[in-house]
């Protein structure tokens, strides 16, 4: 899903009646894709996120990401401006400088562990992992600016971190596929 950081007041949607923001909450209906960018419900939902020349980068790219800096730790991804751990990748940037990530880790804890094993040992490591990487996320993306979380939930990056959830996505695959993407 989509989210904007809580300083950028206008892009937290229409206030309710308590005052809350409101969510935008979409459910469509699509083939699965191993790269996630390729999905169209997906394609189109970024487009409306990422404007021409802003600086969007993304730390696990793969070889069809939208972003203008990317990394991907497979060195078989020529798409990737650099090949290097995705944490490390975030702590390369300054404070507040960066307009949006794009952050679409491996999708499950066993995928991302047969490539991260070495550094994060187990679930509980990687759950630590991803935490950390969102940490350098809040860090990194200027007021106003945005992410945009893909994934089998729709927690984002957080409020702790400065984010406010404005928009959730739900591609849902068939009977076939059982987990969603969000």
Excluded at 134 to 151: A, F, M, Q
Aim: with cysteine; net charge positive.
């Amino acid at each position: 899903g989509g989210e904007r950081a809580a300083r950028r007041a206008a892009c937290g949607g229409a206030g309710a009646a308590s005052g809350a923001a409101m969510m935008n909450v979409e459910r469509v209906w699509a083939m699965p894709h191993r790269y996630t960018f390729q999905i169209p419900a997906i394609a189109a939902f970024l487009a409306k996120f990422i404007e021409a020349g802003a600086c969007w980068v993304d730390p696990f790219c793969g070889p069809t990401s939208p972003a203008m800096v990317r990394n991907d730790l497979d060195t078989k991804v020529d798409h990737a401006h650099s090949h290097t751990d995705g944490l490390l990748f975030l702590r390369k940037f300054p404070t507040g400088e960066i307009d949006g990530v794009l952050f679409d880790p491996p999708y499950s804890a066993d995928q991302a562990l047969r490539v991260y094993h070495a550094k994060y040992k187990g679930r509980a490591g990687w759950a630590e992992y991803i935490a950390k990487c969102h940490d350098e996320i809040g860090r990194i993306v200027k007021p106003g600016g945005s992410t945009i979380t893909l994934g089998w939930n729709s927690n984002g990056i957080g409020k702790r971190r400065g984010f406010t959830l404005t928009d959730v996505l739900l591609v849902a695959h068939g009977a076939c596929h059982p987990m969603d993407t969000i």
